[in-house]
């Protein structure tokens, strides 16, 4: 084993809180430790909430560590009421089974599924749906305290508006995992967001007490913006993995006008750029930050969608903030210069809807070329735009439109 990959994590800024300290430390730095971190499959692609624990598992992979990655298609199926007010929608289990196979498919652009410790994919609905309810809670719900699971920030949020036994078991589900995979793999350590602080606890405290044997807990820090709210929310919902979803341009377009105060944090821990090179690159205080942001954006973008995706992305953009016309991307639309540009719009996907188009065109906010668009009725030809033009949407949205 190479440098404590805690250190390397503490460095980073990843780690939040862990229990057994220093038993931890010796462990990693003399043994392959199996590690896990779960994935609940409720949406058909990860988001950028995944992003950091998954790059963590990529840290320690390259440490040496043997990750496990956990599809949770059992757990899924009554949902984490962790963080939540609101208890989350039931799914099918085709719809369970199709998010799956997206997380995997996502998952291996970041971890490594053969060669030396090749991480292993799991998923809970192997033991978690055929489990016997009866044999479940005498050989391993006995070992849980309702007392202490009700003190448990992950179930306070919700005794207002009421926490119902479904969810309540979920804790227990998801230690039953870790005590699982401790079983079959040798799992000694769960990751995962700050959020999942109690759930992870209570399975390395129940091999513990079950087996007498140690496990461990590891949380990170949860990506926020400066104002303490989730980082990776949109105009168009959640930043997501999924190219279809969110596109490359976006991805990268969101990390590129990141607040400055936060370009150090998610270079650290969004990308693999070296540290002493993130120092050099933050080091300035003034618009010489701008370049820090592009390498951010470009290398996160790189490892999400691909090299050739970033570098199309970054050229897009750069074009777009004061570069040609001629490298911006053309989007072919199925209309003519007739056409109301509120249509050209919504079919361009630059506004959500009809609505928001007119009220960015009110707002003096839209323009074909420098022409700037004055009425919610205006078309290209009408504005004396040619059948080719870039339409720009404020400062920060632009696209290269041909139409037919």
């Known amino acids: 084993m190479s440098k404590n990959i805690m250190d390397t994590l503490y460095e980073r800024g990843f780690i939040k809180q862990t229990v057994y300290e220093e038993d931890l430390r010796k462990l990693l730095e003399t043994e392959s430790v199996p590690f896990y971190v779960g994935f609940d499959p409720t949406a058909d692609s990860l988001h950028i909430g995944h992003y950091i624990p998954i790059m963590a598992m990529a840290h320690m992979q390259r440490a040496g560590h043997k990750p496990i990655a ?119 350590l769960q990751l995962g967001g700050n959020d999942q602080w109690s759930n992870i606890l209570a399975g390395a405290d129940a091999i513990r007490r079950k087996e007498g044997e140690a496990a461990y807990a590891m949380t990170f820090a949860l990506l926020e913006t400066s104002d303490g709210k989730k980082m990776g929310k949109t105009a168009k919902g959640a930043l997501w993995l999924d190219k279809d979803k969110t596109s490359p341009y976006e991805f990268y377009q969101y990390f590129r006008n990141v607040e400055d105060v936060k370009v150090e ?60 016309a001629d490298e911006l991307p053309t989007l072919n ?56 033009f870039v339409l720009h949407k404020g400062k920060k949205v632009h696209v290269k439109i041909a139409l037919k």
């Open 333 to 388: 639309l199925d209309l003519d210069e007739n056409a109301s540009v509120v249509d050209i719009m919504t079919a361009a996907k630059v506004a959500a809807s009809k609505s928001e188009a007119r009220r960015l065109i009110e707002g003096g906010g839209v323009k074909l070329d420098e022409i700037k668009v004055g009425g919610v009725s205006d078309t290209p030809k009408s504005v004396g735009a040619g059948k080719t």
């Open 70 to 188: 956990l599809i949770g298609g059992g757990t899924a199926m009554i949902g984490d009421p962790s963080g939540r007010t609101d208890m989350r929608l039931m799914m099918s289990k085709e719809t369970i089974d199709a998010n799956c196979k997206a997380f995997v498919k996502q998952m291996q652009r970041f971890i490594r599924f053969d060669g030396e410790n090749a991480a292993v994919l799991a998923n809970n609905a192997d033991w978690l749906l055929n489990l016997n309810y009866v044999d479940f809670l005498r050989d391993f719900g006995v070992y849980f305290s309702v007392n202490k699971m009700l003190s448990c920030d992950c179930f306070k949020t919700r005794y207002e508006r009421g926490l119902n036994f479904l969810e309540f078991n979920y804790m227990l589900m998801q230690a039953y995992d870790f005590y699982v995979l401790f079983k079959k793999y040798g799992c000694r």
């Open 265 to 324: 944090e998610c270079l650290k821990l969004l990308t693999f750029v070296e540290l002493g090179e993130i120092r050099e690159l933050t080091k300035y205080k003034d618009e010489r930050i701008n370049a820090a942001k592009e390498r951010l954006a470009f290398e996160v973008t790189k490892l999400v969608h691909g090299e050739q995706e970033a570098v199309a992305a970054q050229a897009r953009a750069r074009a777009a903030f004061g570069g040609s």
